[in-house]
């Protein structure tokens, strides 16, 4: 005790690490979404409490959460998902620190965390087109199918790279079919409660194209009347579901466009998918299809928090700029 004290670390609270969890959980029900906090819940509940939950705070040391690690990889967990919890585990820590429970948190002396991070961004596989993004043709076939309330919706996605949760939110209010453009001010969350996008950058205003003006202005007209301003309801007019759009509406449509696996089912699970191919449709060079828009505005359109956000995810897909015949032209431009 007297080392502790010197060193500045000793501390009298007998809290255990589940005890700390429950605190770090209700301060987190009063800063972030319900699902945010669901996902720190599982965490703690399923990955935490189970292994070191009845250990004393001031008993914890880096031995101790390495030997942790190293037993949730012996049962299993995937080097992602033990960095999550040992990220989770470091923030319950800090919270315990400031509450005085704790006088140090030992995950953030973990020498190997930084290279977790190093790693995990060194092997993460890249968004491949034809794989995780729709190509050119598929996105055409799609689009040749679609039919209905799923039309407009689906549109939406392809032309706007809206989140599934902005999609949702969307009110007809932010969508301006005059100048052509829609306005990201809500999403819906997975709980189906509207509220601000997450982030300030998530709040943005996205250009549509001729094809996507006309399906809304038609859809306009059929679309069920909802209290809360929706463009795409349920038929009661409440909050669509995200799992409906994904069952009735993404997957029928690949598969009668023949956008399917070799077991005959939607190639594409999901509503990113879509936000992938405008990312790349925004990206791709003009003489290929594109918008060959900078990467700078594709991060606004997106609505990332950061150019780098952008840049990890579809930095891969930007024309390298240095084939023979460009690097001609350049020549020939510079010195005639």
Request: glycine fraction near 8%; aromatic fraction near 6%; charged fraction near 25%.
């Amino acid at each position: 005790m007297k080392v502790d004290i010197k060193a500045g670390v000793h501390t009298s609270s007998k809290a255990t690490v589940a005890e700390a969890g429950a605190k770090w959980i209700a301060d987190a029900e009063d800063r972030l979404e319900p699902a945010t906090v669901e996902s720190y819940q599982q965490h703690l509940d399923q990955h935490i409490i189970p292994y070191i939950g009845s250990l004393k705070l001031s008993q914890l040391t880096v031995p101790t959460v390495r030997n942790f690690t190293d037993r949730l990889r012996k049962d299993g967990r995937s080097p992602t998902m033990i960095q999550r919890v040992v990220g989770d585990l470091g923030s319950i820590l800090a919270d315990a620190q400031e509450r005085g429970l704790v006088a140090q948190n030992v995950v953030r002396s973990l020498s190997h965390r930084k290279k977790w991070h190093e790693s995990e961004r060194r092997h993460k596989r890249k968004l491949k087109v034809g794989a995780d993004i729709p190509t050119p043709e598929e996105i055409k076939a799609i689009v040749a199918r679609l039919r209905g309330r799923w039309r407009p919706l689906l549109l939406t996605a392809i032309f706007t790279g809206l989140r599934a949760s902005e999609l949702r939110g969307l009110r007809w209010e932010d969508v301006d079919l005059k100048k052509a453009e829609l306005h990201v001010r809500q999403r819906a969350d997975k709980f189906n409660k509207i509220g601000k996008p997450k982030s300030a950058a998530g709040q943005r205003t996205v250009p549509m194209p001729p094809i996507l003006v006309n399906a809304l202005r038609e859809w306009k007209v059929a679309c069920p009347k909802s209290t809360l301003d929706l463009v795409f309801p349920t038929g009661t007019g409440n909050v669509e579901f995200h799992v409906n759009i994904v069952t009735r509406g993404l997957a029928p449509v690949q598969e009668a466009a023949g956008v399917v696996t070799k077991a005959g089912k939607a190639k594409y699970t999901g509503l990113h998918a879509l936000r992938h191919f405008y990312a790349s449709w925004c990206i791709n060079r003009r003489e290929d299809g594109g918008l060959g828009l900078p990467l700078k505005i594709v991060q606004h359109r997106l609505g990332h928090s950061s150019i780098q956000m952008t840049s990890d995810v579809y930095g891969h897909l930007f024309p390298s700029g240095d084939d023979g015949a460009e690097l001609a032209a350049a020549q020939k431009a510079l010195l005639g």
